[in-house]
């Protein structure tokens, strides 16, 4: 199976299971950018971002010393999130 990568941002796990040779003509996130925008900003990768660095600044313990999220600690650490930000729409 061919893997592509988003045509706007270049998220290399945007296509999981795309099964055609052709690449994917637009963003899976957003189907109305046909093509890599001149900024080169998606948005869906950019509420991921935004979405990492406040589960960082709510428990910064919860990440070890290169911040990457400690296994053990990702419920807590989510569920602060979800406390924090009651109705927000997670970026997945």
């Given at each position: ?37 001149v900024e080169g900003i998606c948005q869906h990768q950019l509420r991921k971002a935004e979405q990492a660095t ?39």
């Open positions: 199976m061919p893997r592509h990568a988003c045509p706007v941002c270049g998220d290399p796990n945007a296509f999981p299971i795309w099964i055609e040779d052709i690449p994917p003509p637009t963003c899976p996130n957003d189907p109305a950018w046909p093509r890599r925008s406040a589960l960082r600044r709510i428990t910064p313990d919860a990440f070890d010393a290169n911040g990457t999220l400690i296994p053990s600690e990702s419920g807590r650490a989510w569920r602060n999130y979800l406390t924090a930000n009651p109705g927000i729409r997670l970026a997945l």
